[in-house]
């Protein structure tokens, strides 16, 4: 008797994302992977083989997504070169790795056609050519690249933003020679042997920079790499450079919502810009809770300690100021001692997450002074799931560097800021908290020391957690913790989004 023939096909459609390898851009495009999974993508991640070394994995990111390894490069790294230089081998090694590996899961995405006869005729098997599964490459928009990579195999491209809409407006708008781009900056608090010395955190500028869609900006609210070029010829050249093609690009995806940055969305819009904004990426259990095992980011570059956890504890409701300065920012010894005697003398308890080479900048025995008071006033660590501290019912105050990540996060669990940025897009970010989302307060550098000193921090602090200026703040963050909330549920503008591409993506 005749079978008609049988297919049997390959994997459901596939997208690869590759972010950069670095802990603030992996734990957003990892968390929207995950998102996408549950849209019935199969997603794999891609990471560097010298990022791996350092990953601490959650078990259940294998449930959402597969992850890759290609080599950057860095085996080759010399001590000796250029910053420009090492993105450039950065630049060829993932050209040739991530290729190699597209072509891989093509190759393994074929269909194979199974027919089988009646009467004498023997049985046959018919191999028909790949049949292309893979559609998407999803790409950390300071790669710019990759989307060529992406086309010249025959897949499509879509960068992701992993700072604000707003910020992606200002860099756009300097690019395009909108604005005239600042040459000189004056000193700073951030060590002048890190590579963010002489940050843009400049004194206060008479000059306004209007720009469509944005409140006025000072020359003190811009990001450091438009007010510096002379200390960051290179950076600022790449993160521009990260519109080069992106109108190219079927999508450009933001972490971000709709309502958070409404009028700088509706102007992308406007210009034809290819817009989604599909944040807060934030593990659900913080957020919507539809996903009961999202519960971190998956991916992290550092050891995680929990003794911080029992500390938080035994604190009474709102007690807490939380202060951390991002993953890598390096601050000079003079703000770091300042920062220590602002939060003493701010007479909170407080919890203040200082990497382990930065401990050496802090005044002498403070860690054990403080550790050791009869109510154990304050606690240094080297590492916090800042996610779990921010929800805590201890927080009352979060002091914080501004980086997008953490911003968002704080917007998205309710958490008042003091705003203490030190470079790149933080200035910027804590241009929007204060004055545009009225989440906190920022603190203000003192001319003559170039640091903000201990006074003004815990002037600031009292402000939040004291004062009605506090009551206001907390006021305004009850309705953006709900708004994010809502972007992401069921329904939501983001999970709209995020339904559409999906959607989109499967017509191709």
């Not at 944005?214 to 960051?232: A, E, I, K, R």
């Not at 990540?405 to 669990?413: H, K, W």
């Amino acid at each position: 008797m005749e079978r008609e023939c049988e297919t049997i096909s390959a994997a459901p459609p596939e997208i690869l994302v590759f972010p950069f390898p670095g802990q603030g851009h992996m734990c957003p495009m990892v968390q929207f992977s995950k998102r996408l999974a549950s849209k019935g993508l199969r997603v794999t991640v891609v990471s560097t083989i010298s990022a791996a070394k350092s990953i601490q994995q959650s078990p259940a990111h294998a449930q959402a997504f597969q992850v890759e390894f290609i080599s950057d490069g860095s085996k080759e790294e010399n001590k000796s070169e250029t910053l420009d230089e090492a993105i450039e081998r950065f630049k060829k090694a993932t050209t040739q790795t991530l290729t190699e590996l597209i072509i891989n899961i093509q190759n393994k995405n074929t269909t194979t056609t199974i027919c089988t006869s009646n009467g004498d005729h023997a049985s046959s098997v018919e191999q028909v050519p790949p049949k292309l599964k893979l559609k998407l490459l999803i790409y950390d928009s300071g790669m710019p690249w990759v989307l060529d990579i992406a086309r010249q195999q025959g897949i499509e491209g879509a960068p992701f933003f992993t700072q604000s809409c707003a910020i992606a407006s200002v860099y756009y708008h300097f690019r395009e020679g909108a604005c005239k781009i600042i040459t000189t900056a004056p000193t700073s608090g951030l060590d002048d042997d890190s590579e963010a010395a002489n940050h843009g955190r400049s004194s206060p500028s008479t000059d306004t920079i209007l720009l469509p869609a944005m409140p006025p900006l000072g020359v003190n609210d811009l990001p450091s790499f438009l007010c510096d070029t002379h200390s960051y010829p290179v950076l600022c050249k790449h993160t521009l450079n990260q519109f080069s093609n992106f109108r190219e690009a079927k999508w450009q995806l933001y972490n971000t919502f709709d309502t958070l940055e409404h009028e700088v969305v509706k102007w992308m819009t406007s210009q034809s810009w290819a817009v989604k904004t599909v944040g807060p990426t934030i593990p659900s259990m913080f957020l919507d809770k539809r996903f009961e095992d999202d519960k971190d980011y998956s991916f992290n570059l550092f050891e995680p300690v929990e003794t911080y956890l029992k500390w938080l504890d035994s604190k009474e409701t709102g007690s807490v100021v939380y202060a951390s300065f991002g993953s890598y920012g390096s601050l000079e010894k003079k703000q770091m001692e300042e920062i220590a005697w602002g939060l003493k003398n701010s007479n909170y308890h407080f919890l203040w997450v200082v990497r382990e080479l930065e401990k050496e900048k802090l005044p002498k025995n403070f860690i054990k002074e403080v550790l050791d008071s009869a109510d154990q006033k304050g606690l240094v660590v080297s590492w916090c799931s800042q996610l779990r501290v921010l929800a805590h019912k201890a927080l009352g105050c979060f002091v914080t560097h501004c980086g997008w990540n953490s911003t968002l996060e704080a917007l998205s669990l309710g958490a008042p800021m003091v705003a203490m940025p030190q470079w790149t897009d933080q200035t910027t970010n804590a241009k929007f908290v204060q004055d545009v989302w009225k989440a906190g307060v920022r603190v203000r550098v003192d001319e003559k020391l170039g640091v903000t000193t201990k006074e003004e921090i815990a002037n600031c602090i009292r402000q939040v957690m004291e004062e009605e200026k506090g009551v206001e703040i907390r006021k305004a963050l009850s309705n953006w913790k709900q708004l994010a909330k809502e972007a992401v549920n069921q329904g939501g503008s983001s999970d709209q989004n995020i339904e559409e591409f999906v959607a989109q993506l499967l017509l191709i």
